[in-house]
């Protein structure tokens, strides 16, 4: 199986400034399709999850371009340029290239400080 | 609008069983893979069974081989999971999840499932 380690487990940050968050895959991700199948979800309080990022760096409709993926291989960040009081919550990385079965990252706390 | 509404939680004895379903509407369901993820009280998300948009392809985590089955109804666009032999282990809300060449486009509400005497 692949193991999906983030780093760091939480985050602390001052309103405004930015924000990263690191993943790593026990394996590569690359697929023999040259598709990179690493995608970023958010979870805020209470709430279920949902996807910010898939295939590394594409933003889903509607996430505001304050988040941005990127990444190769087994090494893949996920940035916040400017975090905002709404991106409080638990940040997973998941991968979809190596399955069954699909692994998560343990997840990362966002917090304001 | 797209909606997921999981249904069938709720409170079973260890070794009970319990079928949870999903409804999806808003969005053409028999085009989908669709997956169950489930969350344990205050842990990270676990991906538990996978089925293909025709039905076919089922797969599972090792920890519910052999006691979960994933089902689809197209005609219906319904999701169900079975899940046989439960284990306080197996404790957790439920998701159901739309793929579309990536899981994760589209979440339900969740449905808590607890194991407990």
């Known amino acids: 199986d692949v193991v999906m380690t983030q780093s760091p487990v939480s985050l602390s940050v001052t309103l405004g400034q930015p924000a990263s968050i690191s993943c790593r895959s026990s394996?590569?991700?690359?697929?023999?399709?040259?598709?990179?199948?690493l995608n970023w979800f958010q979870q805020r309080p209470g709430q279920s999850p949902r996807r910010l990022i898939y295939h590394v760096s594409n933003r889903e409709y509607g996430v505001p371009d304050r988040f941005s993926g990127s990444g190769s291989g087994t090494d893949f960040t996920l940035k916040i340029s400017r975090v905002e009081a709404e991106d409080v919550g638990i940040y997973y990385c998941m991968q979809s290239t190596h399955w069954p079965p699909y692994t998560f990252g343990q997840g990362t706390k966002l917090e304001i400080k | 609008e797209v909606q997921l509404v999981e249904s069938g939680g709720g409170l079973v004895q260890p070794g009970g069983s319990l079928r949870l379903s999903c409804a999806a509407s808003g969005f053409s369901f028999n085009s989908y893979t669709m997956h169950w993820v489930r969350q344990p009280p205050g842990k990270g998300l676990v991906w538990v069974s996978r089925i293909s948009s025709t039905g076919g392809g089922a797969t599972y985590a090792d920890s519910v081989k052999g006691r979960f089955t994933i089902s689809r109804d197209n005609a219906k666009n319904m999701l169900y999971l079975q899940m046989n032999s439960l284990t306080a282990e197996d404790t957790a809300v439920y998701y159901c999840?739309?793929?579309?060449?990536?899981?994760?486009?589209?979440w339900g509400q969740g449905s808590l499932v607890t194991v407990s005497s």
């Open positions: 394996q590569s991700l690359l697929k023999s399709n040259g598709n990179t199948y």
């Open positions: 999840v739309a793929d579309n060449g990536s899981p994760g486009d589209y």
